[in-house]
């Protein structure tokens, strides 16, 4: 799909994202306001998309993209053969054939949809060419039409006669700050207010679950798996400010486990760098280094100066230290990769491991291509400022060994590595532990929360924990730590240490089945539950353990 469709359609093409329409465009406004000019942005919107989408002029795209007679009759077959049928009164009223139109849901309808707008995309381009706009109606054409009532103009700057403009249209005026593709454009993202829209979904949805009755556990779970990824569309492309992240943080490091909102978005935001590297053929990248150009190699852009404003690149590239640090490279050509600075050959960069050498050499930010030599089948020639004494020659042989095996192919251009991940791509989870580093032995967070632990049982150890390290005279810190390691397999005399835990669960649970449920359990049975329990929670965490109920008593009997 890459291949048939311009670089400004990004919606369901692979390797593009739609986060990158909303980057070029707050870009885009942050240069016009600082041109001083003025410029008229037009938001539109079409009207029942899918509903309108001519066949024949879809059948007829698809031709001119070049797809063969087979392909387009088993796209007619595909769309042509459904038949609908409307309820009257709760009845069926017999079934028809549409002319017209894509289905919702139908994974075929995205991919057909990008094929027709890009008929918009070409008369677009044609427009930017020529200076001026001619050629078909796209409306008539295509069958689809711009939504007025939902469209808008926007003036960016000083524009005059902007009234007159929309009355030509038929369409409304607004004003910046805006919306697109469900973030803001032409805001400031410093400004608390930015978020108010994404703290009051949160508000609306607890407010939902307060009046429901869910346990404790449950309310986790939702916690976990809906509030802490609301934020993450918004946050995957503009940096929240602090205030807003401290609201937003159901819980802190060492309480119940979710994650650090500051720190998922520096993550996802360094994202951006990533891609910045791997990408040099994306659009958004293009515009990016057009705007604030590009250190040599290419890897990442020039340190962006002057104010935020409605600019997102200034954020995202201050984050790139986090990124380059855990970044190796891998030689082709060795056309973007520093000899000296950079790390390609071993762990660490050759200027560290060699300073000596690397304080006489000739061109302390050569590339590897420089100090190749292809004279001979190819041999390393590094070049220094002046001859080489007797007790620096062991370090031009170390340099030289530790060089031994690699080589510059010049038909292969250089990639870039991530290192803290097997398969050498960036992953967000991979940097955010990476900018998490801290292991809290006093708080066995990792301990508690254990998947196959059920979440009411952890979620009163998480509590139970936290009050002891208050200072709750019941527990102590030390019986906790031992509940940690106990159940973490680091003793299996520790064990016991679960006990006085597990004990209080099952005695609470015990009075709550008498005074409410007026269910009475006998001495035996709640003995059995407190060792099932002990158990449950140590299957989840032993590396190697007993596998049944039975064993797990065996085992605690003979330590």
Aim: contains cysteine; proline residues 3%; charged residues 25%.
């Amino acid at each position: 799909m890459g291949k048939l469709v311009s670089k400004s359609q990004n919606a369901f093409v692979e390797g593009r994202q739609i986060l990158d329409a909303s980057l070029i465009a707050n870009e885009a406004i942050h240069s016009m306001q600082n041109s001083g000019g003025g410029g008229i942005l037009c938001k539109l919107d079409i009207e029942k998309a899918y509903d309108h989408v001519n066949w024949s002029f879809l059948f007829w795209l698809m031709e001119m993209m070049g797809f063969g007679a087979k392909w387009i009759s088993w796209i007619q077959w595909c769309i042509g053969t459904v038949s609908f049928s409307v309820l009257i009164n709760g009845t069926s009223s017999g079934f028809f054939k549409s002319s017209r139109g894509l289905r919702q849901g139908d994974p075929l309808s995205p991919y057909l949809f990008v094929i027709v707008m890009e008929a918009l995309s070409c008369l677009l381009k044609r427009a930017k060419e020529g200076g001026f706009l001619s050629g078909w109606h796209l409306s008539a054409m295509s069958g689809l039409k711009v939504n007025l009532d939902k469209s808008e103009i926007i003036a960016v700057g000083r524009v005059e006669n902007v009234e007159e403009v929309a009355l030509e249209f038929g369409c409304k005026v607004s004003r910046l700050p805006s919306t697109y593709l469900g973030l803001p454009l032409g805001a400031r993202f410093k400004e608390v207010a930015t978020w108010d829209g994404v703290e009051e979904r949160l508000r609306k949805r607890l407010s939902i679950w307060k009046r429901q009755y869910i346990s404790k556990g449950g309310r986790m779970t939702l916690i976990r798996s809906t509030l802490s990824s609301m934020p993450i569309y918004c946050m995957s492309l503009f940096q929240m400010p602090r205030s807003v992240s401290l609201r937003l943080e159901h819980k802190r490091k060492g309480g119940l486990g979710v994650r650090s909102l500051a720190l998922l978005n520096k993550a996802l935001l360094c994202k951006w760098s990533w891609r910045f590297a791997v990408e040099r053929e994306a659009l958004w990248r293009q515009v990016i280094s057009a705007k604030y150009g590009e250190e040599e190699g290419g890897w990442r852009s020039c340190v962006v100066r002057g104010s935020f404003g409605v600019g997102l690149w200034k954020a995202i590239r201050r984050g790139w230290e986090a990124v380059g640090n855990n970044l190796a490279y891998a030689v082709g050509n060795g056309r973007r990769i520093r000899f000296w600075e950079d790390k390609w050959c071993g762990d660490d960069k050759l200027c560290s491991l060699f300073p000596s050498l690397y304080a006489i050499s000739l061109d302390k930010e050569a590339w590897v291509a420089d100090v190749w030599s292809h004279s001979g089948g190819g041999v390393w020639a590094p070049r220094f400022s002046r001859s080489i004494n007797d007790w620096e020659v062991i370090e031009v042989e170390r340099l030289l060994l530790r060089l031994q095996g690699r080589r510059v192919y010049s038909d292969v251009e250089d990639e870039v590595i991530w290192t803290k991940a097997k398969d050498k791509r960036f992953s967000v989870k991979s940097l955010y532990k990476d900018l998490d580093p801290e292991r809290r032995e006093e708080f066995p967070a990792n301990i508690i929360w254990n998947s196959l632990v059920p979440p009411r049982m952890f979620m009163e150890l998480s509590f139970l924990s936290i009050w002891s390290f208050m200072g709750a005279p019941l527990f102590n810190k030390r019986s906790v730590i031992g509940v940690a390691r106990a159940l973490c397999g680091k003793g299996k005399e520790e064990v016991w240490r679960a006990a006085p835990l597990c004990l209080f669960w099952i005695v609470w649970k015990e009075r709550n089945s008498r005074a409410f449920e007026n269910v009475e359990h006998t001495f035996q049975g709640c003995k059995s539950v407190l060792l099932c329990n002990l158990w449950a929670w140590s299957r989840g965490l032993f590396v190697s353990g007993p596998t049944s109920v039975v064993d797990f008593v065996d085992w605690i009997g003979h330590g």
